[in-house]
C-alpha cells in the first residue's frame, strides 16, 4: 500500500508569483484535503476534494485552487503569491466524504517560501 | 464554530513517567475527536480516534485517550513515556461532514 506522497519537498517564489503544488493520494482513497501549517500553528483547513469535486472550502481567498483528477490525485495552485503565504502545504488523503470518522493520512509536506 | 484548544504549548516528561497531553474542543453536534503526531520536517501520522462508544481509546505506540463528553475534553496519555515519543502533537475534531480543526499543538520533550 503506498502512503501520501507531495512533490515538490521544497520551493522558492518570489512574491506575485505562482504555484502548483502536487500530491498523490494513497490508494483507494478518493477525498483528498489540503492544509495550511505556518510556522508554530496547527494545519488550517483549505480545501477538500472527493472525486474530483470541490467538497467544502476554508478561510482562504480564490487565489487558492484546487483539483482532483481521476486517479484522485491532486494539485493545489496558489496564484499572486504573497509574504504570508510561505508556509507547509499538506495534502491528506482518507476515505468518505466530508470530514467525518475517518481518519486523513497525510503527506510529508511541501515547506514553500516566498520572498 | 468549531474550535481545539491545547493549553500547554511545552509539556516535560522524565521518561518512564506517565505522561498528559491536554485537549479541550467546542464542537456544535456529536464531536469526533483525532490525536495525531508530527516529527521535525514531516507530515503528521494519525494516533487515535474516538467516534462513539468506549469512552477510552487506544491507539498506536501505547498511546490512549480519554473522552469526557462533560468537561469537553479529550486529554491524551501513555503510562510510560520513551524519549522517542518527542515530538509535537495535535488534536483535532469534526462534527458530522465539518472539515477537521486543529489545535495549535503541543510539543512534548520526554527526557532520559
Known amino acids: 500500500e503506498t502512503g501520501v506522497t507531495q512533490s515538490p519537498t521544497h520551493l522558492i517564489k518570489t512574491r506575485g508569483q505562482q504555484v502548483t503544488l502536487r500530491c498523490s493520494s494513497q490508494s483507494g482513497h478518493n477525498t483528498v484535503s489540503w492544509y495550511q501549517q505556518a510556522l508554530g500553528q496547527g494545519p488550517q483547513f483549505i480545501f477538500q476534494y472527493y472525486r474530483e469535486e470541490e467538497n467544502g472550502r476554508g478561510n482562504f481567498p480564490p487565489r487558492f485552487s484546487g483539483l482532483q483528477f481521476p486517479n484522485y490525485s491532486s494539485e493545489l495552485n496558489v496564484n499572486a503569491l504573497e509574504l504570508d503565504d510561505s508556509a507547509l502545504y499538506l495534502c491528506?488523503?482518507?476515505?468518505?466524504?466530508?470530514?467525518?470518522?475517518?481518519?486523513?493520512?497525510f503527506g510529508p509536506g511541501t515547506r514553500l517560501t516566498v520572498t | 464554530a468549531q474550535s481545539v484548544a491545547q493549553p500547554e504549548d511545552q509539556v516535560n516528561v522524565a521518561e518512564g513517567n506517565p505522561l498528559t497531553v491536554k485537549c479541550t474542543y467546542s464542537v456544535s453536534g456529536n464531536p469526533y475527536l483525532f490525536w495525531y503526531v508530527q516529527y521535525p520536517n514531516r507530515g503528521l501520522q494519525f494516533l487515535l480516534k474516538y467516534i462513539t462508544g468506549d469512552n477510552l481509546v487506544k491507539g498506536s505506540y501505547g498511546f490512549e485517550a480519554e473522552f469526557n463528553k462533560s468537561q469537553t475534553s479529550f486529554h491524551l496519555k501513555k503510562p510510560s513515556a520513551l524519549v522517542s515519543d518527542s515530538a509535537l502533537y495535535f488534536c483535532?475534531?469534526?462534527?458530522?461532514?465539518?472539515?477537521?480543526?486543529f489545535g495549535k499543538g503541543t510539543r512534548l520533550s520526554v527526557i532520559a
Open positions: 491528506a488523503s482518507s476515505l468518505g466524504r466530508g470530514g467525518g470518522a475517518y481518519e486523513q493520512y
Open positions: 483535532a475534531v469534526n462534527s458530522g461532514n465539518t472539515p477537521l480543526v
